[in-house]
Every structure is written in structure tokens, then in C-alpha cells.
């Protein structure tokens, strides 16, 4: 059984002190980025385990959100979620700050500012840019997100899109559409394998045009309004809609209300997320609940613990108000 490799061997082969060795695998300022990389590249050549870099030296933890999400519209789901990382890495003594960032960033130099120990992914990233992230050797793991091989931690969104299509079938719709801003996501594919799967059961065939995906427009809502309206206007229009996030379903109660139609006498609705408007709303929206501040606290977790399970599901409920 050979010997694990130590950071003092890494020096030895690079020609550099232990504490340079120690700065690159820790992504710690000092250091020319050229430095750096090949530290690194040599400490992968000769096997060394970068997960011996676990909780005891997690320090600081960077949040990481993207750049496509409109952040506006983002933060009634993402602030409770940050809110439960905080609480989290304030019981640790772990200091928390944010970045928001997208593919054409220059990532290394953005993250390092922060000099981070940890990063913790939340929402859509795009493979390229998560590769980039993980350049980096520092502990990641993704919130409501998934990606091969790295730790995440998510609702259990397909069991939502199925007790949100259950719900709609047991109130006798029979017309029941998908609304979603796209596709690429992995938690909204989630949500449309459990609303398929809730029709495959109760052995009901939806038409393709109740799978409304919006148009890839820059202005998510204005895409939304679009996909809204074509459903609307079809010979047949559904009698129910199921949102993938509550943000959706409100463009859903809006755009029915200049039309004139009765919800949830003329369209039954149900959203996802449970976000604070939700219960607002007129009339206010039944929706799945997610505990965000458990999926933040969970996020930390698995950093911590270095648990490397491939997809850590919590729990999430139906929640039934008006607009059913």
C-alpha cells in the first residue's frame, strides 16, 4: 500500500516551501496564478487527496449565485436559503460572503477576493462554469442544483411536481398544463418528470401544447407572458396550470385576471416554492413547500461533514389555498 502524499512532497518536487504548497491547495492569496496551477497540476500528478482539505479548515465560504437569474425575482427563494447558511456558518464560526457571477467573469481572480475555503453553488450553473469552479480544488457543494460527482442537496422536486399534478387530478381537471421557463434546469426537469409521472398513473395523455416552455428571451417574465397567453389562446384552453416556481404562477393569476377568468372556477393553479407572495396573492396560491433556510443549513452540512452523497433530498409539501 503506498504512503499518501504529503504537502511537503509536493514542495520538494515543485521547488517551493510548504507554505507555498499550502497557500495553492487552500486557493489563499500570495501567489502567482502561474505558481499556483502548477502546485496544483503537480499535487494531482502524484495522487494527492485534496479531500484531506475538509471542515476543520473551512474558515470562509463564499455563496455563489449566477448571473442569468434575475436577482430580483431570484431572492424570494434564495434570501431564506442564504439566511439559513448564515445561521448555519454563524453557529460554526464560519464567516459567509456573496458573489454573483456568470461565464464570462473572470472567475479565479473574482472568487480569490474573498479568499474563500469553501464555495456553496445555488441554482443553475452551467457545466463549463462549474468546471471552472472546480479549477479551484476548494470544497464545493450545490444547492438546489445537480451535477455529476459533486455533492448537492435539493427539494425533492420531482415528488412536488407529482403532488401538484395528484392535487389538480383529485379536484377533477382533467386539462391540466406544464408552465415552465425552461428546460436546462435540473430541478425544473425534476418537477416535469413527477408531473408526467402523476399523469402516467391516472392514465391521462396531455396535448403538446400544454408543455408551455417559454421562449429563451432575455426577460424571463416577458417570456413567461408569452408561453401564458399561447396557452390561453388555444381552441382548448387547459383548466389547470401547474408553475414550476410560485414567480411563474403569479404572471398565470395576472394574465387571467386581464382576460377575465375566474380562478380556480375557470383555471385551477398550482406553484412551486412557497415563496412569501405566495399566500399574498389574489386568490392565494396553493403551492409545494420548501424549507429554504433547511436547504442553506443542509448545504453547510455536507461541506462540513465532506459527505459526498450524490443528491441529498429534503423533504417538501403540498401546500393548499385558493387558487385550487
Not at 500528478?45 to 449565485?65: A, H, M, N, P, V
Amino acid at each position: 500500500m503506498s504512503k499518501p502524499v504529503r504537502i511537503r512532497d509536493i514542495a520538494q518536487a515543485c521547488g517551493v516551501s510548504v507554505g507555498a504548497v499550502s497557500r495553492a491547495l487552500k486557493g489563499q492569496p500570495g501567489l502567482r496564478e502561474e505558481t499556483r496551477q502548477r502546485i496544483i497540476a503537480i499535487a494531482e500528478q502524484q495522487g494527492y487527496d485534496f479531500t484531506r482539505l475538509r471542515s476543520e479548515k473551512i474558515k470562509r465560504i463564499l455563496f455563489l449565485l449566477h448571473r442569468q437569474h434575475n436577482i430580483s425575482r431570484a431572492l424570494p427563494f434564495y434570501s431564506p436559503l442564504l439566511l439559513g447558511i448564515e445561521d448555519c456558518c454563524r453557529d460554526k464560526g464560519i464567516a459567509l460572503s456573496f458573489l454573483a457571477i456568470g461565464p464570462g467573469d473572470a472567475i479565479n481572480d473574482q472568487v480569490m477576493l474573498h479568499q474563500p475555503d469553501a464555495l456553496i453553488c445555488a441554482g443553475f450553473f452551467e457545466p463549463e462554469l462549474l468546471a471552472l469552479l472546480q479549477q479551484l480544488k476548494l470544497p464545493l457543494v450545490l444547492a438546489d442544483s445537480w451535477a455529476p460527482g459533486l455533492p448537492c442537496v435539493n427539494p425533492d422536486n420531482a415528488l412536488g411536481g407529482y403532488l401538484a399534478t395528484h392535487h389538480l387530478i383529485t379536484q377533477g381537471r382533467r386539462r391540466i398544463a406544464f408552465l415552465a421557463s425552461t428546460l436546462s434546469h435540473y430541478s425544473i426537469r425534476q418537477r416535469e418528470n413527477g408531473y408526467r409521472k402523476a399523469l402516467y398513473e391516472a392514465q391521462m395523455l396531455m396535448p403538446p401544447d400544454y408543455e408551455a416552455i417559454a421562449p429563451p428571451l432575455v426577460d424571463t417574465e416577458l417570456a413567461l407572458e408569452q408561453a401564458v397567453n399561447e396557452l390561453l389562446s388555444l381552441p382548448e384552453p387547459p383548466d389547470a396550470i401547474f408553475a414550476y416556481n410560485d414567480a411563474a404562477a403569479l404572471v398565470v393569476v395576472r394574465l387571467c385576471a386581464e382576460r377575465g377568468l375566474r380562478i380556480p372556477e375557470d383555471i385551477a393553479l398550482v406553484g412551486f416554492d412557497n415563496i412569501d407572495s405566495a399566500q399574498y396573492a389574489t386568490p392565494a396560491l396553493t403551492t409545494i413547500g420548501v424549507n429554504k433556510q433547511q436547504l442553506g443549513r443542509e448545504a453547510v452540512r455536507l461541506l462540513l461533514d465532506g459527505r459526498a452523497e450524490d443528491n441529498h433530498l429534503l423533504a417538501v409539501k403540498l401546500i393548499q389555498r385558493n387558487s385550487t
